[in-house]
């Protein structure tokens, strides 16, 4: 209601499907406030919106279903480009089971392949089908489907039982297909292992996962990265039988030819005793980042990700004035300090109207303005909002209420495209996450 | 060189870390005189992971280059840095790919390359304007031979070694002897096969 009063002010006449309606938090009261003491000022009234773009909304207008893989629009049906050198995995977990992010729940099949420049749609956790964007990763352990082929061996520790083969190719997979080994790992105490591992990392950041379903019922192994000789890091691994859990242990700094360790880890992990696992497990990642990404499958060499890119065609009608917001679920609580995150909304390489590195920034070209987005959470939505008119630019992290005011100088010159989640024409801008509810509109209060 | 004149010059081809740095590739518009006029010249030779087009691997060969699909190569680039951004232009001849093929050179990840100065490597950097301006490099991992009967054992840290599998990559480094084995690269892009893409 507050939105189609809004709107019937400035001389609009309807709401777009799926537009964000905000609750009646602080910054958008202040992005009234703004925007309606520059109107004052200079006589001007609010126009009709000379562009609009909304993508990824609640409803779907323009989405396919998730994992679908095929070509999707905005809202009234503008293309989106995709650019990826390969193939990429897709995951299409529903809303209620935590989205495309969620490391619990996943049921048999959930996990799609994607072709090369194919988009791939998830659902976020709020019920709402985004994309989902991600930097170039590699995975290093061979044979992530089939950890009993070489190069993977037998971990026991001192005095520990080797695991059991207790079927090859014994269930169906995330993916769909009947390739999940069923391991028993022997019960551990003191100096003792009973795992399948490894070595796969080399000197660095690491992180490692694994998607593991129990055979009869529920319990705890370990998923463990090597950090030195006889030492490494381990996450506990809590699964239950009815669905696919995808553990992970983030963060690591390996050693050269690391070994990842997947099992009961006992005499690495602490200490802590492991009782006897019966456990089906699929798709082992080691990855050359600071946090697990989507899931790369490997034969007998290590696979790349590659890089993608998403862009509408280019963006005109927002250049002295508009508005700008997305909704983003980061797919890491700490991203590091990474430059290489978040959802970017930029219109050439000098008309940023939204985009993240170690905080939020709008750029103009002059004037770099920068917000702190605040705590995230993994896999929670986070809503960020900009306007930019006369000689103000404002952002707003919608989120937590906060909001910070620049000066602007009239002018967001347009580019070749409006890249989304990740950008081609500035730096290495990319969102790990899935982004939702965009909205770019001519309109300074149109998004929010 | 601004992006704006940059743009100008070249398209914007993709974007990377390089460590911390934000890099932009940008693909020449133009040839390598004008790209001179215009101030830009290679300034670094780099040695990165690519994949070959099939359409580039005839292009090369008919250029007397063989190439395989996967290959470590070493071309000179144009790199400027400008505090957590950076551009890297591309030798002019590249050969251009249409839109929505796959790109006649792909960078595996800008973030593994090794990057020197033309200084240190004029050889390199002479190949600028040249028809296929790249040379091919000791490719950083092995396997065993598929089909020579040899063994290609893995070393290990404790002095000993194993058998790392059938056809099965790793780094060169620790192979216990590199003659034995069949050089290749160290990863592929996901969706291609290994056994006959690499």
């Known amino acids: 209601m507050v939105l189609i009063l809004v709107g019937l ?70 293309v989106l480009t995709m650019t990826r050198a390969s193939t990429a995995t897709c995951t299409k977990t529903q809303a209620s089971s935590g989205g495309g992010l969620t490391l619990t729940g996943i049921a048999n099949g959930d996990l799609v392949t994607c072709s090369s420049n194919q988009p791939r749609v998830e659902w976020a956790s709020n019920g709402v089908r985004g994309l989902l964007t991600e930097y170039s990763a590699t995975n290093s352990a061979l044979w992530s489907q089939a950890i009993n082929t070489a190069p993977w061996v037998d971990e026991i520790g001192t005095g520990g039982t080797a695991p059991t083969l207790s079927g090859a190719d014994a269930a169906t997979d995330p993916y769909g297909n009947l390739t999940a080994e069923w391991y028993t790992f022997a019960a551990t105490a003191g100096t003792q292992n009973s795992a399948r591992a490894q070595p796969s ?4 950041v690491w992180s490692a996962g694994v998607y593991v379903k129990g055979q009869a019922g529920s319990g705890t ?67 050359n980042y600071p946090y697990i990404t989507s899931p790369i499958p490997t034969t007998t060499v290590s696979v790349t990700r590659a890089q993608e890119n998403a862009s509408f065609p280019v963006v005109n009608g927002v250049t002295s004035q508009g508005s700008a917001a997305a909704t983003f679920s980061p797919m890491t609580a700490n991203y590091g300090g990474s430059t290489a995150w978040g959802p970017t909304l930029v219109n050439g390489s000098t008309a940023r109207f939204m985009y993240f590195g170690t905080t939020m920034a709008m750029y103009d070209g002059t004037n770099n303005p920068t917000l702190s987005f605040g705590t995230l959470t ?20 919608i989120t937590d209420s906060t909001s910070f005011t620049s000066a602007f100088t009239g002018t967001m010159t347009p580019g070749t495209a409006l890249d989304i989640g990740s950008s081609t024409q500035m730096g290495a801008i990319s969102g790990d996450g899935i982004t939702t509810s965009v909205c770019l509109d001519s309109n300074p209060l149109r998004c929010r | 060189m601004d992006r704006a004149k940059l743009s100008g010059l070249a398209f914007a081809l993709s974007t990377a870390l390089l460590g911390t740095i934000a890099l932009t590739t940008w693909q020449p518009a133009t040839d390598a005189a004008t790209l001179a006029d215009s101030g830009i010249s290679p300034t ?35 790199f400027q840095t400008d505090g957590g951004s950076a551009d890297a232009v591309l030798p002019p001849n590249i050969p251009v790919s249409a839109p929505g093929e796959e790109r006649c050179v792909q960078v595996m990840r800008w973030g593994s390359c090794a990057m020197v100065p033309c200084g240190a490597a004029p050889a390199t950097c002479a190949l600028w304007g040249a028809a296929m301006p790249f040379a091919t490099v000791q490719r950083p991992c092995v396997r065993q031979r598929a089909d020579a009967g040899l063994p290609c054992p893995r070393a290990l840290a404790d002095g000993g070694s194993v058998d790392f599998g059938d056809l099965n990559v790793f780094p060169r480094s620790s192979a216990v002897d590199p003659a034995q084995c069949e050089s290749v690269e160290c990863a592929v892009f996901a969706g291609d096969n290994p056994n006959t893409d690499l």
């Open chain 1, 201 to 204: 990392a080399s000197i660095g």
């Open chain 1, 9 to 78: 002010l400035l001389g609009q006449t309807a709401v777009h499907e799926g537009t964000y309606v905000p609750s009646a938090d602080r910054p958008d009261r202040q992005q009234k406030a703004d925007y309606r003491a520059y109107t004052r000022g200079s006589g001007r009234s609010g126009a009709a919106s000379a562009f609009s773009l909304q993508f990824a909304v609640a409803g779907g207008a323009g989405m396919k279903n998730a994992c679908d893989c095929t070509a999707i629009t905005g809202t009234r049906g503008e």
């Open chain 1, 378 to 397: 993994y896999n929670t939505p986070k809503r960020f909002a900009s306007n930019w008119f006369g000689t103000t630019m404002n952002m707003y992290n």
């Open chain 2, 44 to 78: 670094h030779a780099a040695t990165c992971d690519v994949r070959f087009s099939p359409v580039c691997i005839v292009i090369a060969a008919d250029a007397g280059i063989a190439v395989s699909r996967y290959e470590r190569i070493t071309f000179p680039v144009y």
């Open chain 1, 221 to 287: 192994m370990d998923i463990c990265l090597q950090t030195g000789a006889g030492t490494a890091s381990c996450a506990a691994c809590n699964y239950v039988s009815g669905s696919w859990t995808r553990c992970a242990v983030s963060g690591v700094t390996s050693v050269a030819a690391g070994s990842v360790y997947i099992g009961n880890m006992t005499a690495f992990n602490g200490g802590t005793a492991r009782a006897a696992n019966s456990v089906y497990i699929s798709q082992v990642d080691v990855q």
